[in-house]
């Protein structure tokens, strides 16, 4: 991930003008801009989530999508873009899907993990999901075809193949079989 060093501090409106300008994503990170480098697999499973997900929430009870930035977090002009967010209708301001940045904590963050991606930066990204009080985050690791799902209460559990994942309390009735994300090898 490049970092563009700005002379001032970036805000939201500068992450927008550059994506627009550059035709690139990127995060916004204590005021900086960080591109974010995102390949086709890494987004073919996202939109496998985010289809799942919508399949079953939209347009009662709240929407999935991805590489929507999120500001949600203690520090300012900071602003991340996780592979895919849900988000309930209830969080939207006037239960509305805005058009733009999201302002509030999604009930879910996912990550699916790709070769740009460090341990250090993977971990941090967990960290201030789980700070910011998102309840639910996943770590999708396409390599070993896996799921771990990291809630706000401090547990963890890792998916993997036929396993299942259901009753979390972020995502009432929502179920899936974690191999039906990944595509055929």
């Given at each position: 991930?490049?970092?563009?060093?700005?002379?001032?501090?970036?805000t939201a409106q500068d992450v927008e003008r550059a994506s627009k300008r550059d035709g690139k994503l990127y995060e916004l990170i204590g005021g900086e801009l960080k591109?974010?480098?995102?390949?086709?697999?890494?987004?073919?499973i996202a939109g496998q989530i985010?289809?799942?997900?919508?399949?079953?929430?939209y347009?009662?009870?709240g929407a999935a999508a991805s590489e929507v930035m999120i500001y949600c977090f203690k520090q300012q002009n900071h602003g991340r873009k996780p592979d895919v967010v849900f988000v309930r209708n209830n969080q939207f301001p006037d239960n509305r899907i805005p058009?733009?940045?999201?302002?509030v904590a999604p009930s879910l963050a996912v990550e699916v993990l790709s070769p740009t991606n460090s341990s250090i930066e993977v971990d941090d990204k967990l960290?201030?999901?789980l700070e910011a009080k998102i309840p639910l985050v996943w770590i999708v690791n396409p390599d070993r075809r896996t799921i771990r799902a990291y809630r706000i209460d401090g547990t963890t559990r890792l998916f993997r193949g036929q396993d299942v994942i259901e009753n979390e309390p972020a995502l009432p009735g929502f179920r899936l079989i974690t191999a039906g994300i990944f595509p055929a090898k």
């Open positions: 991930m490049s970092t563009l060093t700005p002379s001032l501090p970036l591109e974010k480098k995102v390949g086709f697999w890494e987004l073919f985010v289809g799942l997900l919508n399949k079953h929430f347009p009662h009870e058009d733009g940045d999201i302002r960290e201030e999901y």
